[in-house]
């Protein structure tokens, strides 16, 4: 998964380069943005751009940072609201598992770890919605200069509470959970209760089944959503419109006003975001849930006919912006993928038996009899009156570590530094053999820097010719250069234009 994440974005940087060029927005940089009409109101001063040279709103950059700071620490503050709430969803899970277990019912207790997963669900969905509005809100009140750094700072934030949001859940069964438990007579404890340990199957079948109601349930409550929100939304603009026209129709409504009484496009950022999310999913947390990529891909299938159906059928044309590239939203990709490598690196380490098993085939039995037996200790003589009480863990009679678990512990961490050397290796070898402008686009684009240069070279002589003459070059000139060179590219356009 590490080696087609990264081929993926490689690949994606060289379709990303083919439609900057075709759409003529390979050159575009942020200094040419104009800035935003949000920030032209409520700029306090005017001054010159000190590119452009023309007279534009500012805003100080030191008042800047300090409203960026202020945001960065309500970012924090929800961070922690977030990591409260995780809290909250353990202690649930241990109460309820608790009382479930006095039942005697297994299903009842499988019940529990389910009905928790859905609380947390819920709970992600609630203050995701929340901490969107909230962003916005701050990013605004930042008051970037451009649409281009209005929108990556709003993308940034967003992102990072939605990776803790989502994510943080996942990343607690797969590297925390059954951590701190402790052994019989020392038994750890969070407020008072003693620390969740992992199921008798472990804690991979449990971050699976998380992750199974996770890729499952969010992806059907947003295609859910995808489909009826829209058609809410026009049905209410319908009635609006009606409202206002009085319900009767003076003549038949032409397509322009039909348009018009489209839902407003709302933009790309929650189409983004969801694949973004999804894209870390599936990547992170690949080995222990593999399936993962097939409901990916089921869900993206569902996806794109229901977004084709929206911004075709239910949204108005959305306004066309210029833009080189897609922005913050490649780095958060990279970022991912690259995480993704370690993430699974200790997940396969440290959650799963690969390690275990292979160390035991290595030293006692290649068959793996006894396996069960080798991964139990004894409880300590005084914890309870019978005399065979064991639980899963590298400990003696006393409850010290076992030379076992030293060993254990070594071949965990020359794992990890060998598995993630060895794939960051070949993700760069990835990187270095594949190109991020396709060779044929670059040819194009070298012939048409080459033409424009024959063009100004030939204007210039064309232009001292003429004041040799006396005569002052008109249009013509530069109309029969074009003839000659048939310069028909978006690229040599601008060049005799400022010619």
């Known amino acids: 998964m590490s080696f087609w994440a990264v081929t993926f974005l490689e690949y994606w940087k060289r379709k990303m380069a083919t439609l900057a060029h075709h759409w003529d927005c390979m050159d575009f940089h942020e200094e040419e943005e104009r800035p935003r009409p949000e920030f032209a109101a409520m700029a306090p001063a005017m001054e010159q751009n000190p590119v452009t040279g023309v007279k534009e709103p500012y805003f100080p950059e030191k008042a800047r940072l300090s409203r960026m700071l202020t945001g960065s620490m309500v970012i924090v503050i929800m961070l922690c609201v977030v990591m409260i709430f995780l809290v909250t969803v353990i202690m649930y899970r241990g109460i309820i598992s608790v009382m479930m277990f006095h039942t005697g019912s297994p299903v009842l207790r499988n019940i529990a770890n389910i009905s928790s997963s859905v609380v947390n669900l819920g709970l992600i969905l609630l203050m995701g919605q929340v901490y969107t509005a909230l962003a916005e809100q701050l990013t605004k009140w930042e008051m970037h200069r451009t ?18 949001n989502f994510y943080s859940s996942p990343f607690y069964v797969a590297f925390f959970k059954g951590r701190f438990v402790g052994y019989p007579t020392n038994y750890g404890t969070l407020f008072g209760m003693r620390n969740e340990d992992c199921g008798s199957g472990g804690c991979l079948i449990e971050l699976a089944e998380q992750l199974f109601i996770i890729m499952v349930g969010k992806q059907l409550i947003s295609n859910v959503q995808e489909f009826i929100i829209p058609k809410v939304k026009a049905w209410r603009q319908k009635r609006a419109m009606d409202k206002v026209r009085g319900g009767k129709a003076s003549h038949e409504p032409r397509r322009w006003e039909e348009d018009y009484q489209l839902v407003q496009c709302e933009g790309l950022f929650e189409e983004y975001l969801e694949m973004v999310l999804q894209f870390g999913f599936i990547t992170i947390f690949v080995a222990a849930f593999p399936l993962a990529p097939l409901f990916a891909l089921l869900n993206n299938w569902v996806e794109v006919r229901l977004d084709a159906h929206k911004f075709v059928c239910e949204y108005r044309r959305p306004v ?4 080189q590239n897609i922005g913050v939203w490649f780095n958060i990709l990279e970022a991912l993928s690259h995480m993704s490598v370690i993430a699974n690196a200790f997940l396969i380490a440290f959650t799963s038996d690969f390690l275990p098993r292979l160390l035991y085939q290595y030293k006692f039995d290649y068959d793996l009899r006894g396996y069960v037996n080798f991964t139990l200790a ?9 005399p065979m009480c064991r639980y899963k863990a590298f400990r003696d009679d006393n409850g010290n570590y076992t030379l076992i678990y030293w060993e254990l512990l070594a071949v965990r961490l020359g794992f990890i530094i060998a598995f993630e050397h060895v794939v960051f290796f070949v993700l760069r070898a990835i990187d270095w053999m594949v190109p991020d402008i396709p060779e044929s686009l670059e040819l194009k684009i070298k012939r048409e820097r080459y033409l424009a240069k024959q063009a100004l070279a030939e204007n210039q002589e064309a232009l001292l010719v003429s004041r040799g003459r006396g005569a002052t070059p008109g249009v013509s000139s530069i109309c029969g250069l074009t003839r000659r060179h048939k310069l028909t590219t978006p690229h040599t356009m601008p060049s005799l234009k400022v010619i």
């Open 147 to 164: 649409q281009t750094e209005y929108e990556d700072a709003f993308t940034f934030k967003v992102f990072i509470f939605q990776f803790v």
């Open 378 to 386: 004894y409880a300590p003589v005084n914890y309870t009156v019978h």
């Open 320 to 323: 066309a912006e210029r833009v």
